[in-house]
């Protein structure tokens, strides 16, 4: 998947622990978003990061749920207090700084949590 | 952004060549058409994207029609390697972020 990395692939978690996905982009990639893949159903836009800054959150859950991508390392999601519901594949992409109108988005393979 | 609608699943034999029907009937004039496909357990696979003329690389071709309501992803060799969910997206193109609306796609299943 084009070199966008995740980690861990699986993630299995207690009710009412916290979850923390990472996300490294794509070398020379400054923009990040991720999306979260619900059993059987498509993916679903969360939140667009640039270094150090959120752009757009608007998909994200407004609790327990928040994102980072700092100047240095991968960008994080980070899930508190996890519920059953919040099992699900989640999934990372990145695109280039680009000056012209185009912006591909290329995906990492995904964290795949599961909620006991 | 537009909506796509696609047929639910189809089939393709090996070897042959899989046309991917989308119709995007209230697109505007700055909006792109992507194509995706995510293959089972896997993060979406960009393919191929274009605005008006016809686009070619090397996995597949998109032809758009003229009045662009609707495009047609072809996938000239099928292997069984492309079985996969395939979808078609419209986004506005400019310098500001677009987020991508994955709708339901297409279920492509390639036999021997």
């Known amino acids: 998947n084009a070199g966008v990395m995740q980690n861990p692939r699986h993630l299995v978690r207690r009710r009412g622990q916290e979850a923390r996905l990472r996300c490294s982009p794509m070398k020379g990639h400054s923009h990040v978003y991720w999306y979260r893949q619900l059993p059987e159903e498509g993916l679903k836009f969360m939140v667009y990061l640039q270094k150090e800054n959120i752009i757009d959150e608007s998909g994200m859950p407004k609790e327990r749920f928040s994102a980072e991508f700092p100047k240095e390392g991968p960008s994080i999601l980070r899930i508190q207090q996890v519920v059953r519901g919040d099992s699900a594949a989640y999934f990372c992409?990145?695109?280039?700084?680009?000056?012209?109108?185009?912006?591909?988005?290329?995906f990492g393979p995904g964290t795949r949590l599961l909620v006991l | 952004d537009a909506k796509t609608t696609q047929p639910t699943s189809m089939d393709c034999a090996e070897g042959r060549a899989a046309n991917l029907p989308c119709n995007h009937s209230?697109?505007?004039?700055?909006?792109?058409v992507y194509w995706y496909r995510q293959i089972h357990s896997q993060g979406p696979q960009y393919i191929i994207h274009g605005l008006k003329n016809n686009e070619t690389n090397e996995m597949a071709s998109l032809i758009i029609t003229e009045d662009r309501k609707s495009s047609t992803l072809i996938l000239p060799h099928a292997t069984l390697r492309d079985t996969a969910v395939y979808y078609c997206?419209?986004?506005?193109?400019?310098?500001?972020?677009?987020?991508?609306?994955f709708g339901t796609g297409t279920r492509l299943l390639v036999s021997p």
């Open positions: 209230t697109i505007s004039g700055n909006e792109y």
């Open positions: 997206i419209v986004r506005v193109a400019n310098t500001g972020f677009q987020k991508l609306v």
């Open positions: 992409a990145s695109s280039p700084r680009l000056t012209d109108t185009q912006e591909t988005q290329y």
